[in-house]
Each structure stands twice: as C-alpha cells, then as structure tokens.
C-alpha cells in the first residue's frame, strides 16, 4: 500500500513538478450524484485519476495554480488564473501559473471557441473558495475562535478582533486535515479585486524583455534540429528520395521519412536531421524527391470557385425551415437575390509550427505551443501506437494560434523522427511549409435571397451556403444527407424577425486539409449575410442601422449592441462627401459582436480605413483591457482577410508562400479603433477572442458602399482598386 | 566553418559555424539568447529584430560573418530589470498579445527613439511597417511608442 501510494505520489510530482505541497484542492465528479465537487487531494496527491488538482499551498507560503488553458496572446494565463485567485483572496503576483499537460484527469484543456473563461468561470471560483473556506477554519481552530470572528486577505487569515494573523503556507497542513466545504460561499461582485478589473497581464513583463518561452525556444542536451521536405502538391505520394548529396552538408546527420497526420489525412515527408538548424535547411534544399501527384496536380482553385458557383443551383439541404420561404419568395413584389464569396486562408501565426520531442524508452516528452495540451498527448498517443501515459506534454506559450494549433500534425512529426534516430529532435516549419501547406479555412459561398413587401419589409429569406466541410476533410465519418451544422453555424440564429426563412447547405468536396480559424464559420458567412441585409436596406430605401432595429422589435442583446453602436459612432451625424459609414453585428456560438466602420475615398480614387467602433457584448467581463485588445486584434486579423491576400491553387500547388505574397495589415493601414464593452453582470458570460472578427468584413463593405456606391461581394479586395 | 567573434550585449563570443549562417540562428541556438525570433526567414516581417550599433537589421537574412566588428544588441540587451522606456511604455499600454513578434516590435520602435525623441505618427508608420503583428497590437504599440518618447523627454528635463 505504502509503495503503490509512493508511485502514486512520484507520478503526481511529474505531472506537477510540485514538491511540498501541504494543501492540494481539484475538482473531480463524485461517485454518488456525478455531480462536479472539489475535493481534498493532499493525502493523497494524484492517486485518484478522477481528481483534478488546481491549488497547491506550500508549507512555505508558495501557491500554485494549474491552468488548463493554452496562452496564445488572448490572455488566459492571467484570466483563466485568476477566477480562482480572486476567490482564495491571493493577488496574481502571489501565485505561480503552471500550465497542464495533457493529464486526462484535467478533461477539456483545449483552447478554441472562447470559451477558456465562460467554461470555467464557475467550476474554478469554487475550487478558490473551498480552499479559503477550510484555510479561515483551520485559522479559527489554531486560535480556538469563531469562524465568524476571521477573514482571509492578501494570502493570510486574520482574526478580525485581535488583529492576528496566520499565512497560507502556516495553515496549509492543517487545513488539508479538514473537510472540503460542499457549497463554498463565492464572493459577491462587488467585492472582486481582480476580476472585471483593469488588471496587469503577467505574462507581459515577460514579452518585453525576449524571456517568455515559447515552443520554438525549447532546448533539452544533445537536440537535434530537423526540416522536412513535403510534397508541393497536397495529397501527393512520397516515391522515392535521394539523400546523397543533403548528407554531404556539414551538420546533417540523418535522413528519415515522416507521417503528417491531420485527421484521417496523412502526409509523407522527408526530413532531414542536422546539429543546427540552417544546416537542416540546407540539406532539406539539397535532397531530390519523387512525389507522386495523384492527380492532384490538376487542381486550381480557379475551378473550385467555379464549381461552387455551378453547385449554387442546388436546392441544398435544409439547415432551417421557418413558415414558407418558397411561396413568400415566390409571391413577393420585390426579390432580391446576391452571391458572395470567401475564400481559403491560412492561419498564419508569427511563430511556425514548431515542437521538441524526445523519445525515450518507449516514452515520449514534448515541448510545444499547442492548443490544448491533452489533443497533443492523444493524437502522438494515437499516430505512434503507445498509451496516452506515456505522452508527456509541456506546454509553452504560443506565438499565436487563431485555430491552426488544434491540429497537432507537427508534433507527430517530431515524435515520429525522434524515434526513428531515438535522439531528441526540434521539428521547425518554414514560413514557406506554414503558408503553403495548410490546414485551411474552407473557401465558402453563399447564395442569398430576399423577398421584400412594398413597404420594404423583409418578408421572405434564404442563406445557402455551398462550401466543402472541415469535418468531411479530416474526421473519419462523415454524413453527407445532412446539412453540415458546422458549416452553417450562426445563420439561422442572428434575432431578426423575419416570418419566412429557409437556410441550406450544398456539400462540396476536396482533398485539402481545412480547419477551424478564428470564429470558424462567422468568418465566412457572417460577411454575406450581414452585406445583403444592407443591400435589403438600400433596396427599401432605409438606413442600413434602422433598418435591422425595426426588424428587432422584441428585446434583445443585438439590439442593444446596434443601439450602443448608434450612440458610440455618431451614426445619425451627418459625414461629409467622399466619406462613408457601414455597420454589421453577428450573433454565434462565441459570443456577440458588431462594427461601425468609416472610410473615406482618397483623391487616387482607393479606399481609407478611418476607424472602427466596435461594441461587444459578454455578461460578465474579466478584463476589461484586455477584452479591448482582444477586439483590437480580432479587427486586424479580419481586415487583413478581408483586404490581403487568398491562398489559391494552381496545377495543386499553393500560389502564396510568405509575408510577401501573403501579406499582412501593417501599421501604416492601420484605423484607429475605438471598443466598447457592454457588461451588466449576470451569469452570461460570453466569449471574447473570436466575436471581435467577424462583423468587421461586412461592416467595412458596407461603408464602402455608403462612400463609393460599390457593393462588393467578394473577398479578399484591394482598397486601392474600388470602381 | 569558420570561427568567428562577435560582440552582443556587451560581451564576446567566439562561435565556430558556416560563415553563411544567418545571424538569427547563431543568436538563438548558438549564444542561447531565445528572445529574438523566427517569423519567416526573408525579412518581411521583423521579428528577428536586433540592433547593429543602434541600428535595425534583419538577422534572418543577414549571414553571420557580416555581423564580425558590430555592436549587436538584441532584446535581451536593452535593458538589465526591464526598464527600458519602451519596455515600461509596453506595460502601461499592455500592448502584447501572444507576443511572438514584440521583440522585434520593441527593437525596432527603440532603434526609431534612438535619433528620434519627437517621432510622429507618420515617423511610426516609417519606422514599424517592417514589423508585422498578427494578433495586431498596432494600435496600442503606436501608443507606447509616443508614451516612451514622453518618458524619455520628461527624464531629459527632470
């Protein structure tokens, strides 16, 4: 028993790497009432696979709080922390933040859909007032007083009569002696000092001064370094390779073959090996490879598009059905129908795919900027054959992410070579492999149509939209008689009153890999769906604004972000000639945002970002600042999408290959942003890192069209080419 | 190969590498200072950002053996206890996101403040559209920029 519990224990202090922990609290789903509990864990630390441990308290004064959640610049290793900081009454200076690494007992680490916070914003404040409940008990008992008589502050109990105290670190072993209080009392609001504060980010101090960590940066003894060369043509075969002349580079050790694994996609490559990066690179140059195309090598996307739009004739699969759009359509005196078009773009984190793994007697350690730590462990578990357990992830910061850290085919590259040579291994992606090879957003069009009363009333409307699928190119099954729920998220929920609305999806396939990219579907079918319901406006001869407010009669948090906007932008002053205004909102599964955007026509007749308002709306907020940069960011990443570059196809070869083809918003185009944050409190607490994105596209097209009477319908456009 | 010495951040190292190697990889994996980083390898986006006698250049594009004789700083090397102007400008804005690129962001603004305690916007778009964020923190690192000029000028007068 001693000895099963001493494994236990080591195993525990892997996972966390904490030694004296006196007091240890997480959250587990009880045998009796499943429902999710915290539960006292210091006895026996990490036995329990069903526990989750999140509080460590040293003897010595040191906290410690897991965080399950990837930091990839959207702030979660100060917001996801602090929920539990603010409830055990510890500021965020005081704790030390350790990220998870893949243990199944933390369940969901992923990091997507913004939901870092609203997911947890409950669970993890009850862990933080278990532990400051039991830690005010073991205070009253030492001092043989009333609970009632104690509080606790700053890390310390105090005894409110007498003015003593006693620090966490001293009350930890007694504490862990004690019951976990079923119903912790959580902190009234109004009493928080850090969350829905204007509070520092700790991560910060750490990215101004080059000592944050990230995957890339990630050294262990005698590492290797390796660039893998990939066929040009997505979905290409590996022949054969020579290697002659790449081992003939000083520093290149070995040649080897690599798997790429995206779902049920899997890629060969060949990697080349060598004691420093720029010798792997040079090696990588130096190999010649026979690929196999597959026919692949007939693909343009110049085609694909045109397909899509024959396909756009299809009636689809019924996605919503609402009264009876085909006979409102039908009869109605005005119809209006608009076909726009997105297209596919990478991701494009500053920091290329990247990760460190070292194999070890069946073993495998990695050290990586993933976003989520248990989708690392599962799928090198899967692509290697070897047991979750014996996958051990550290997880770094990421230098971005925006989606394409779900996939984690880099790091069963890297695992896959460090077996092969039983050596520790750096994979590093080029700018050019991260641009060129994808996993995509899916190009996506729509079909929109409208059927307007005299009056200008929408009384009829479809959305289609005709789109390959994210699940049908990466998970194992997919069914194709239904409409993709995935691919159509967001247009059947947006709160307009319209009586008669019939929204499909026509399927269409492809080889490539795509993936979810920031706010997953918004960001291709929020652009059409919000410009028509301004071209509906135009065509009823109504302001654009007042228009989607009378079809919002019953109360509504659109409503109240389209009113805000109203008041923020100034909407009813007048702009002079030459300058334009639009707006735009989307409601989805992460949350709710809208745009105000102003242009104006330069005298070289090209367009000029002048500002963007925006107004998000959360419920509850936890950090206001950084909510702002959140909105910032999600804005540029959707006028670079909107007014940049697509990623095309030609003869299956990706066109784009670095920032100087794929470019990006730089600070010369930059507007000047202005966000608002509606929050009332509440339980709602909705998403932040994705809703900013969405409604910007449409936004600015709209106030385009407001400036220069051209309505665009396809992204990306060059603002300095508009008729 | 062939040895070389180089001066970075005050102190000199001797490194024996393919003289052709560009400056970048011989910072990070060879000295060991990870703060400098790799974006795309063509100088197009600056976050490999490092300074030659106050300058800025590119060091993934710049072979090492140019970099014998400079005076190389790089972010680890502005400042000792993150005090910097910009990089205390850098916190009161907040401006980092992931903060992959804000090496190169920070190297290049304080390369801009080098000659420039006044810079306009238009002396910010000049100097920072080589560097490129994509969680896009542009607005709050122009911010910053004209904060840590404030800085600099109030400590001039103080």
């Known amino acids: 028993m001693e000895q099963s519990s001493n494994i236990a224990r080591r195993k525990f202090l892997k996972i966390t790497g904490i030694t004296g922990a006196a007091l240890v609290l997480g959250v587990g789903f009880s045998e009796k009432d499943k429902i999710a509990r915290v539960f006292n864990m210091s006895a026996d630390a990490g036995q329990s696979h069903e526990l989750t441990p999140y509080i460590f308290i040293e003897k010595s004064g040191v906290i410690t709080i897991m965080n399950p959640k990837a930091e990839m610049g959207q702030g979660t290793y100060q917001s996801v922390p602090a929920l539990i900081a603010e409830e055990l009454e510890v500021s965020l200076e005081q704790v030390i933040v350790k990220f998870t690494s893949g243990q199944a007992k933390y369940k969901d680490q992923s990091t997507g859909g913004s939901s870092s916070v609203n997911s947890n914003y409950f669970p993890l404040r009850n862990v933080g007032a278990s532990a400051k409940e039991m830690l005010i008990i073991a205070a009253s008992k030492q001092w043989n007083v009333p609970v009632a008589e104690c509080y606790a502050e700053n890390a310390k109990v105090f005894h409110k009569p007498s003015g003593k105290s006693l620090t966490y670190g001293q009350l930890a072993e007694p504490a862990s002696k004690l019951d976990v209080p079923q119903k912790p009392k959580l902190k009234d609001p109004r009493d928080f000092k850090i969350l829905g504060k204007q509070v520092a980010r700790q991560d910060i101090p750490l990215k101004v001064s080059g000592k944050a960590l990230f995957g890339i940066d990630a050294e262990v003894p005698g590492m290797l370094y390796a660039s893998i060369e990939r066929c040009p043509v997505l979905g290409g075969k590996l022949v054969s390779f020579d290697d002659s002349a790449a081992l003939k580079i000083k520093g290149v050790q070995r040649v080897v073959k690599t798997e790429r694994v995206l779902g049920k996609i899997k890629y060969m490559g060949v990697a080349v090996v060598a004691d420093n990066y720029w010798a792997a690179l040079q090696g990588r140059k130096a190999l010649k490879v026979q690929w196999d195309y597959q026919g692949y090598d007939q693909f343009n996307s110049r085609d694909y598009e045109q397909s899509l739009r024959v396909l756009s004739k299809k009636e689809g699969l019924v996605a919503h059905n609402e009264g009876n759009f085909d006979r409102q359509f039908a009869g109605a005196p005005h119809k209006i129908e608009a076909f726009y078009e997105t297209p596919f773009v990478s991701h494009s984190p500053m920091e290329p795919m990247n990760c460190l793994a070292q194999w070890k007697d069946g073993k495998v350690e990695v050290w990586l900027s993933s976003q989520g730590a248990e989708w690392t462990r599962d799928t090198i578990a899967e692509s290697l054959g070897i047991s979750k357990e014996d996958v051990y992830v550290n997880m770094q910061f990421n230098g971005g992410g925006f989606g394409r850290r779900i996939l984690q085919d880099f790091a069963v590259e890297a695992a896959g070579i460090s077996r092969a040579i039983n050596k520790p291994v750096k994979v590093i992606w080029t700018r050019e492999d991260d641009t060129q090879l994808g996993p995509f957003r899916p190009m996506t069009f729509s079909a929109m149509k409208a059927g307007l009363s005299n009056d200008g009333k929408v009384t009829a409307f479809q959305h289609k939209v005709i789109s390959p699928s994210i699940d049908a190119t990466t998970a194992a099954k997919y069914d194709k008689s239904k409409a993709d729920e995935t691919m159509v998220e967001g247009i059947s929920s947006q709160p307009y009153e319209i009586p008669n609305m019939k929204n499909t999806y026509v399927f269409s396939d492809i080889h490539l890999p795509l993936t979810w990219w920031r706010s997953v579907t918004a960001s291709t079918v929020a652009f059409p769906h919000e410009s028509f319901v301004d071209e509906l406006a135009v065509a009823a001869g109504k302001d654009p604004l007042e228009y989607r407010l009378e079809m919002l009669t019953k109360p509504s948090d659109t409503k109240r972000v389209l009113t805000k906007l109203k008041e923020v932008s100034g909407w009813d002053k007048p702009l002079p000639a030459g300058k334009g205004r639009g707006i735009a909102q989307w409601v989805f599964f992460a949350g709710l945002c809208g745009h105000v955007v102003e242009v104006s026509k330069q005298k070289d007749n090209s367009i000029k970002v002048d500002k963007v308002y925006a107004v998000i709306d959360l419920g509850t907020v936890v950090n206001p600042d950084n909510v702002r940069s959140q909105v910032e960011g999600a804005i540029v990443m959707a006028l670079t999408a909107a007014t940049k570059d697509a990623i095309t196809f030609e003869n299956g070869k990706t066109m784009q290959s670095n920032f100087h083809n794929y470019r990006m918003v730089r600070m010369n185009e930059m507007p000047v942003i202005e966000v608002h944050i509606l929050a009332e409190g509440g339980p709602v607490i909705k998403g932040v890192g994705e809703p900013g994105l969405p409604s910007l596209a449409p936004a600015l097209c709209n106030a385009i069209f407001a400036a220069t009477g051209t309505r665009i319908r396809k992204l990306p456009f060059d603002l300095n080419k508009i008729a | ?158």
Not at chain 2, 36 to 63: L, M, N, W
Not at chain 2, 76 to 98: L, M, R, T
Request: hydrophobic share 35%.
């Open chain 2, 1 to 158: 190969m062939a040895e070389l010495t180089l001066t970075i951040n005050g102190q000199t190292h001797k490194v024996d590498v393919d003289p052709q190697m560009p400056l970048l990889w011989v910072i990070r994996d060879f000295i060991g200072l990870k703060g400098t980083k790799f974006g795309c390898g063509i100088a197009q986006c600056g976050a490999c950002t490092v300074h030659f006698d106050g300058e800025p250049i590119r060091s993934c594009s710049y072979p090492v053996a140019g970099a014998v004789g400079k005076k190389i700083t790089t972010i680890e090397g502005i400042s000792e206890h993150i005090d910097h102007p910009i990089q205390k400008a850098w916190i009161a804005q907040q401006v980092p996101q992931c903060g992959y690129c804000q090496s190169g962001q920070i190297m290049s603004a304080a390369a801009l403040l080098n000659h420039n305690h006044t810079p306009t916007d238009a002396d910010i778009d000049a100097a920072m559209s080589g560097n490129i964020c994509r969680c896009g923190t542009y607005q709050r690192i122009r911010r910053a920029i004209h904060q840590a000029a404030d800085l600099i000028n109030n400590n001039k007068t103080a």
